[in-house]
C-alpha cells in the first residue's frame, strides 16, 4: 500500500512535469508561426511594391497582407495565429500597420497614374520596421522558451524536494512500523536484532550482558486486573528498562510480555534491575501488588566473536531454563547450564529404555493421623533408578518429559504398579493411596479410557484411589476436563488439590470444582511464623465447613505435629514418619497385611 501511495506521487509529479513541457512546446510552436508570419509581412510587401511599380496588380497580395497583420494583432483569423501580448511587439506592430496603409494609398495613387517616389522609400521604412518587429517577436520566443525551461527546472527542483522530503517521512513512519513495538514504544525484535549486530561490530573491551526476561504469571494478571493493567504494566516496565540501560545499550520488547536488554555488564547487575523495576512499578502503579510481582531472567555474557543469533538463542535458552526451574529465577548460559542440558540429552535419549527395562520403580510416602501418627494411605511417586545404579529424583526428569510429551506414558506406568500394589495387598478405601497426574496426562485424549482399563485390569476399588492435582494445574484445565474429573468423581474416585495455598486462584477453584481433599502446601510448615499458623488453621476450618479432608504436607519434626494438632488439622505426610521408601519396603513397615497368593 505504501509503495503504491509513493509511486502514485511521483507519477503525478512527472506527468504535471510533462504537461508543462507540452505547453511549453506548442506555446513555442506559437511563437516561431508568429515570427514567420512576420517575416512573411516584411518580404511579401517588398515584392508587392516592386510589381506594383512595375505595373502588375497583385490585390490578393494586399488581401493577404491585411489580413496578416489583422491576426497579428488581435490572434483571431484563418491563419491561426497567436497574439503576442508584449507592448513594444504590439508598438512596433502598429507602426508597420501604419505604414501599410500608407503603401497602400500609394499604390492606388501609381494605379491611377500618378508617379509618387515615396512608394519605394516607404517600402525601405516598412522594410525596417518590419525587419525590427520580427526581431522583437523573436527575442521575446527565446525568452518565453528561456522562462519555460527555467519554470521547467523550478518545478522539478520543488517538487523533487517535496517528494523527497514526503518520501524520507514515510520511510520514517515505515521504520517505525517495522521497527518499533507500537505499545512499549521500545525496539521491536528486528530492530534489537539489526542494533546488536552494529553494536557486536563495534564492541570494545569492555563486558556486555544480554538479558531476556519476562513477567511471571502475566497471564494470570492480565485475567485478574485487565488488559488496560496489563498494557500499563508493560509501559511501565518499557521506561523503567529505557532509563535503567540509557544510552549505554538497548532493549525490546518480543512477544507477550518478554523483554531483551543489551548492556554493560557487571555483577548483580540482574539485581540491581529488579529493584529499579520494582520501584518504577510502584510509582507508575495504584495496585498494591507489586512486592507479588516477579520476573524469570536469562543471561548471556556477549563474546563479540559470536553470531548475534547464536547469542539471542543462548539467552533465550537459558531464559526458558530459568522458567522451567521455577518463578523468579535467574540463569545464566554457562558451563552449568550446558552440563544441565548434555544431562537432559542424556535422560530423553534413555527414558524409553528405562520404561521397557522397568527402571521407574514405585515409591510410597505414608499419610498418617494427627496426632496419633497412624498410618493411613500413602502418595504414589517414582524413582529413576538407571542401569548405571544412579538414582535421579523427580525434580530431574519430570519437568522435561512434561516439555516431550513422554509424562503421559510415565504417569501411566507408575499408575499401573500403584494398581498392581493396591491389587497385591487387598487395599481399599480404608487405605487410599493418591496418585499425581500431570497437567498434559490430564488433557491427554486417550486419559479416561486408559484410566479406567488399568482400573478395570486390576479390579481397583474406587475408593482406593485418590487422583491428585495440583493447583496450579487446575487453573489450566479446560471445562470439558473439569467435566472429565467431575465425572470420576461421581463414580467414586477421589479428587485431590495438591500444593494448596501456593498458587493464587484457591478459592475460585473450590467454587467452581468439586474436590475430595485439599493438600495444605508445604511451605507454610517451613515458614514456622504466627501468619503462617492462622493460614493452616482457616484452611482447616475451611475444609471442615465445606465437607473436605485435609491433610498438611512437609511435616518433618515434633513442633510440626504439635502445631497442626492445635490447629486440629486430622492427617499429615512428611519425613516425620518417612520419607519416599520403595513399595516393598513400604509393605514391610506399613501394611501388616499378608500378600494375596
Same mark, same amino acid.
Given at each position: ?207 556486555? &550482558? ?169 502418595? &504414589? ?120 495455598? &501456593? ?95
Amino acid at each position: 500500500m505504501k509503495q503504491k501511495q509513493s509511486m502514485g506521487v511521483y507519477t503525478c509529479i512527472w506527468v504535471i512535469a510533462i504537461i508543462i513541457l507540452i505547453v511549453s512546446l506548442f506555446q513555442n510552436l506559437g511563437y516561431a508561426k508568429v515570427i514567420n508570419y512576420s517575416g512573411i509581412v516584411r518580404g511579401a510587401t517588398q515584392k508587392l511594391v516592386k510589381e506594383e511599380l512595375q505595373g502588375d496588380r497583385d490585390d490578393q497580395t494586399i488581401a493577404y497582407l491585411d489580413n496578416i497583420l489583422d491576426e497579428l494583432q488581435t490572434g483571431q483569423g484563418q491563419f491561426d495565429l497567436m497574439k503576442i501580448d508584449d507592448d513594444e511587439y504590439q508598438q512596433q506592430l502598429s507602426e508597420v500597420k501604419g505604414i501599410w496603409s500608407v503603401i497602400k494609398d500609394k499604390i492606388y495613387e501609381v494605379r491611377n497614374g500618378n508617379q509618387d517616389n515615396q512608394l519605394y522609400e516607404l517600402s525601405q521604412e516598412y522594410f525596417t520596421k518590419a525587419n525590427q518587429m520580427v526581431a522583437t517577436a523573436q527575442l521575446i520566443s527565446d525568452n518565453s522558451l528561456v522562462s519555460s525551461i527555467a519554470l521547467f527546472f523550478i518545478y522539478l527542483i520543488l517538487t523533487g524536494g517535496v517528494f523527497a522530503f514526503w518520501y524520507h517521512y514515510k520511510q520514517k513512519q515505515i521504520q517505525k512500523v517495522m521497527y518499533t513495538d507500537k505499545l512499549t514504544g521500545l525496539h521491536n525484535f528486528l530492530a534489537f536484532e539489526l542494533d546488536l549486530q552494529k553494536r557486536l561490530e563495534n564492541l570494545e573491551d569492555e563486558s556486555y &550482558a544480554l538479558l531476556c526476561f519476562d513477567i511471571d504469571d502475566f497471564k494470570y494478571l492480565n485475567t485478574t486486573y485487565g488488559y488496560a493493567f496489563g498494557d500499563q504494566l508493560l509501559q511501565v516496565i518499557a521506561s523503567s528498562l529505557q532509563a535503567f540501560i540509557q544510552d549505554k545499550g538497548s532493549c525490546a520488547r518480543n512477544g507477550s510480555d518478554r523483554f531483551y536488554a543489551l548492556l554493560p555488564y557487571y555483577d548483580n547487575i540482574i539485581d540491581d534491575l529488579k529493584i529499579r523495576l520494582k520501584d518504577d512499578m510502584k510509582k507508575g502503579i495504584d495496585l498494591d501488588i507489586i512486592d507479588d510481582i516477579t520476573f524469570t531472567f536469562g543471561g548471556y555474557l556477549i563474546d563479540k566473536n559470536c553470531l548475534v543469533q547464536d547469542i539471542l538463542d543462548d539467552a533465550l535458552l537459558a531464559h526458558k531454563n530459568a522458567k522451567s526451574t521455577g518463578k523468579g529465577y535467574i540463569v545464566w548460559y554457562d558451563q552449568n547450564l550446558l552440563d544441565k542440558l548434555y544431562q537432559e540429552n542424556l535422560i530423553v535419549k534413555q527414558m524409553h529404555h528405562g520404561l521397557q527395562n522397568q527402571e521407574f520403580q514405585l515409591y510410597l510416602q505414608p499419610k498418617f493421623l494427627i496426632p496419633s501418627l497412624q498410618v493411613v494411605g500413602a502418595e &504414589a511417586l517414582v524413582r529413576w533408578h538407571m542401569h548405571d545404579g544412579s538414582v535421579l529424583y523427580p525434580d530431574d526428569f519430570i519437568p522435561l518429559f512434561e516439555k516431550n510429551g513422554f509424562i503421559y506414558e510415565l504417569d501411566f506406568d507408575i499408575f499401573k504398579q500403584t494398581c498392581q500394589f493396591i491389587h497385591e495387598y487387598h487395599l481399599n478405601e480404608d487405605f487410599p493411596i493418591s496418585i499425581n497426574f500431570s497437567r498434559v496426562t490430564i488433557h491427554h485424549k486417550d486419559f479416561y479410557q486408559h484410566f479406567h482399563q488399568i482400573i478395570e485390569d486390576y479390579q481397583i476399588p474406587t475408593g482406593s484411589i485418590e487422583i491428585e492435582i495440583t493447583e496450579s494445574a487446575f487453573n489450566d484445565l479446560s471445562s470439558s476436563i473439569m467435566t472429565m474429573l467431575t465425572q470420576l468423581r461421581s463414580e467414586g474416585f477421589m479428587i485431590s488439590m495438591d500444593d494448596f495455598g &501456593a498458587g493464587y486462584s484457591s478459592l475460585n477453584l473450590l467454587n467452581s470444582m468439586s474436590v475430595d481433599v485439599l493438600k495444605i502446601d508445604r511451605q507454610f510448615l517451613s515458614e514456622q511464623e504466627s501468619k503462617s499458623e492462622q493460614i493452616i488453621q482457616l484452611i482447616v476450618e475451611l475444609t471442615k465447613s465445606l465437607n473436605l479432608k485435609v491433610i498438611c504436607e512437609g511435616v518433618e519434626t515434633q513442633a510440626d505435629v504439635e502445631l497442626l494438632t492445635k490447629v486440629h488439622c486430622p492427617l499429615g505426610q512428611g519425613y516425620f514418619i518417612s520419607k519416599p521408601i520403595i513399595k516393598d519396603e513400604f509393605a514391610k513397615r506399613f501394611l501388616p497385611i499378608e500378600i494375596s497368593v
